[in-house]
C-alpha cells in the first residue's frame, strides 16, 4: 500500500488532509515540521509520497524538497502553500518538486495529483529496478562467459584428444597442446598458420576433403560429421588411424571448422586383443566339451582294438572293430580339421575372403558342435540342405560365428530345446536364420548384447565376449544381423549376407 507522509504544523490541516485520502485507502503518515520528516527518513522509514506545506516555522518545505533532491532519493515532493508568489513556485521547480499546489486545496485536484505522483514514482521504481536487474544480469553473463572459457581452456589442456579448429582457407587458428603430440610438432607454431593438408597423406586428402564439404554443404543446419578410421600423417611421415568429429560454425561471417582428432591405434589393438583373448576362453570351452568326444571315439577303437587282437577272435568280430575304428577315426579327423580351421587369426581370415557355400559351411559347423555336450540333446531342425547358396566369407569366420550363435542358443533352451537352421537365397542374397525356443531376452539384454562382457550367465558359464565378436564379424563382412526376441519366446537371429560380386 502506498504510505503518504504529510508535514504541516497546523494540526488542522494534517487532519483534514488525512482524512482526505486515508478515505481513498492510503495509509497516512504525519509530520509536524520537515525537521522531523527529514529525521524519519535519515532513519530509515520509507514513504511514496510527501505533501509538505510549504511556510513553516523551523525548516520551509522548499529546503525539504531541496533536502530530497540532493539525496537523490525517488520521493515525489507535492507542495502546497497559502500565499502561492513566484521566488517559492521558481524554487519549488529548481528541486523538483512533483507539484505546486494554492490553498484552499481542491480535494478532486489534490486526489488526481496525488495518483499521478504515485504513478510516476512506481514507474520510476520499476525502471530502476529492471536496470538493476539488467547490470546484475550482464555482470553474471561476464562471469559465466570468463568461467565457460576457463573451463574451455582447462579441458583443450587436459584432453588427450587434438582439437584443430581451421578457417575457409584451410589454415590452421588454433591446436590444443595434445595435438603437437599426436602429429610429434615442436611448437604450436609449426601448426598454426599452416594449411591443414600438412597432417593428410597425399593420396587421402582430398578423398576426405570432398567429403567433408559434400556433407557440409548439403546440410547446412547439420552442422557437426563423423569420420572414422582417417589416415593421418604426423611430421615425421609416419602415418595413424583417427576418427575425427568435425564441427562447423562462424563467427563474425567467417566459417571455421574445429576437429576433434582421436587416435584409435590403442582402440584397434584393444579390439583385437579382446578378440584373441575371446578365441582363447571359447576354445578351451570348444576344448573341454570336444575332448570327451575324443576320449569316446578312443575308447570304442582301443576296446574293439584289444577284442580282435585276441587268438580267439573271429573274422566277424575283426571285421566289426575294423569298421568301428574307421568310423571313429573318420569321425576324430572331421573334428580335429575343423578345430584346425577355428585356431587362426581374425585378420588372416579376414584377409582370405572366397565364394563358399551356405549350406556346406553350416553342415561342416554342425559337425563340429553337434555331437558337443552343450548341444548333443537339442534338437537341431534343419530344412533342404542340398541347394547350393553362394555367399562370401572365409571358413573359418564363419564357424565362429555359427558357432557362438549355437552355443548361445543351446544355453537359451537349458541344453535340450529346440534350434532351427534355415538357409536360402533371397535377391541374390544369401539369408541364414537361427531360432531357438529358449528363455529369449529382455529388451535391456538385446540392448546391451553386443557389449564385451556383457553376460546373465551364472560365473564360469558365460564370458559375455560371443555376441561382441559376433558383432565384430558382422561389422567385417557387411553381414546385416537382425535380432528377434521376447522373454519366454525364444530367440530369433537372422544374419543376411552381402551380394556375391564376381570379383
Ligand atoms: P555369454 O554367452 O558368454 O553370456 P554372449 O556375448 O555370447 O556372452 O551373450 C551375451 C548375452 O546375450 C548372454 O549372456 C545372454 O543373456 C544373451 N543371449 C545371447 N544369445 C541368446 C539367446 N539365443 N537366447 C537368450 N539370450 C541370449
Ligand atoms: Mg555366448
Given at each position: ?15 483534514a ?8 485507502g492510503y495509509q497516512?503518515e ?22 509538505s506545506d ?9 529546503d ?10 525517488n520521493l ?18 529548481r528541486?523538483?518538486?512533483?507539484e ?10 489534490l ?6 505522483a504515485?504513478e ?23 562471469t559465466?562467459n ?6 574451455n ?5 587436459a ?20 595435438s603437437f ?10 601448426l598454426?598458420?599452416?594449411n ?12 576426405y ?6 556433407v557440409l ?13 582417417v ?5 615425421d ?12 560454425y ?21 579390439v ?18 570336444i575332448?570327451?568326444?575324443i ?5 570304442a ?6 577284442m ?8 566277424m568280430?575283426?571285421?566289426?572293430a575294423?569298421?568301428?575304428t ?7 579327423r572331421?573334428?580335429?580339421?575343423n578345430?584346425l580351421q ?7 581370415n579376414h584377409?582370405?575372403?572366397?565364394i ?8 561342416a ?22 541347394e ?13 560365428l ?17 534350434i ?15 531360432t531357438?525356443?529358449?528363455e529369449g ?9 553386443y ?6 550367465k551364472?560365473?564360469?558359464k ?9 558383432k ?25 549376407f552381402?551380394?556375391?560380386?564376381e570379383?
Amino acid at each position: 500500500m502506498d504510505k503518504i507522509l504529510i508535514i504541516d504544523d497546523e494540526e488542522d490541516i494534517r487532519i483534514a488532509l488525512k482524512r482526505v485520502l486515508s478515505r481513498e485507502g492510503y495509509q497516512i503518515e504525519l509530520s509536524e515540521s520537515a525537521s522531523d520528516a527529514v529525521k524519519r527518513i535519515e532513519t530509515g522509514e520509507t514513504f511514496s509520497l510527501v505533501i509538505s506545506d510549504i511556510l513553516m516555522s523551523g525548516m520551509s518545505g522548499i529546503d525539504f524538497t531541496k533536502f530530497i533532491a540532493e539525496k537523490n532519493i525517488n520521493l515525489p515532493v507535492i507542495l502546497i502553500t497559502g500565499n502561492p508568489n513566484l521566488s517559492s513556485a521558481e524554487a519549488a521547480i529548481r528541486y523538483h518538486a512533483y507539484e505546486y499546489i494554492s490553498k484552499p486545496v481542491d480535494r478532486t485536484q489534490l486526489l488526481s495529483v496525488v495518483k499521478r505522483a504515485l504513478e510516476v514514482k512506481n514507474q520510476k521504481d520499476s525502471d530502476l529496478e529492471k536496470l538493476l536487474l539488467s547490470e546484475k544480469l550482464e555482470k553474471a553473463l561476464r562471469t559465466q562467459n570468463l568461467d565457460l572459457n576457463r573451463q574451455n581452456a582447462a579441458i583443450l589442456n587436459a584432453t588427450s584428444d587434438a582439437v584443430i579448429t581451421i578457417n575457409h582457407k584451410l589454415v590452421i587458428v588454433s591446436a590444443n597442446k595434445a595435438s603437437f603430440d599426436m602429429f610429434r610438432f615442436h611448437s604450436p607454431l609449426d601448426l598454426i598458420g599452416q594449411n591443414v593438408r600438412l597432417l593428410f597423406t597425399e593420396n587421402k586428402m582430398q578423398k576426405y576433403m570432398n567429403q567433408v564439404s559434400s556433407v557440409l554443404s548439403q546440410e547446412p543446419n547439420k552442422s557437426t560429421l563423423q569420420l572414422s578410421d582417417v589416415t593421418l600423417q604426423r611430421s615425421d611421415s609416419t602415418t595413424f588411424l583417427a576418427d575425427i568429429a568435425i564441427c562447423s560454425y562462424s563467427l563474425d561471417g567467417d566459417s571455421y571448422y574445429t576437429g576433434v582428432i582421436r587416435d584409435v591405434t590403442q582402440k584397434k589393438l584393444m579390439v583385437e586383443q579382446l578378440i584373441h583373448s575371446e578365441r582363447r576362453a571359447f576354445l578351451s570351452v570348444v576344448a573341454a566339451s570336444i575332448g570327451h568326444e575324443i576320449n569316446n571315439s578312443l575308447t570304442a577303437i582301443q576296446g574293439f582294438v584289444e577284442m580282435a587282437s585276441r587268438e580267439n577272435a573271429d573274422l566277424m568280430l575283426k571285421d566289426r572293430a575294423l569298421k568301428v575304428t574307421l568310423n571313429q577315426t573318420e569321425k576324430l579327423r572331421a573334428l580335429t580339421s575343423n578345430l584346425l580351421q577355428l585356431g587362426k587369426s581374425v585378420k588372416s581370415n579376414h584377409e582370405k575372403t572366397e565364394i563358399l557355400n551356405l549350406n556346406g559351411e553350416i553342415t561342416a559347423v554342425l559337425q563340429v558342435f553337434k555331437e558337443t555336450a552343450k548341444l548333443k540333446y537339442c534338437q537341431i531342425k534343419r530344412d533342404e540342405a542340398n541347394e547350393t547358396i553362394p555367399f562370401r566369407m572365409n571358413s573359418d569366420q564363419f564357424a565362429l560365428l555359427l558357432s557362438n550363435i549355437l552355443l548361445n542358443a543351446a544355453d537359451a533352451t537349458n541344453n535340450i530345446g529346440t534350434i532351427e537352421i534355415k538357409a536360402y537365397l533371397q535377391n541374390h542374397k544369401a539369408h541364414l536364420i537361427i531360432t531357438d525356443d529358449g528363455e529369449g531376452m529382455s529388451p535391456e539384454t538385446l540392448e546391451k548384447i553386443y557389449e564385451p562382457y556383457f553376460t546373465t550367465k551364472e560365473l564360469g558359464k558365460g564370458t559375455g565376449l560371443g555376441m561382441f565378436v559376433v558383432k565384430q564379424i558382422v561389422d567385417n563382412f557387411e553381414i546385416d544381423l537382425q535380432i528377434d526376441s521376447n522373454p519366454g519366446k525364444g530367440s530369433k537371429f537372422h544374419f543376411i549376407f552381402p551380394e556375391v560380386s564376381e570379383s
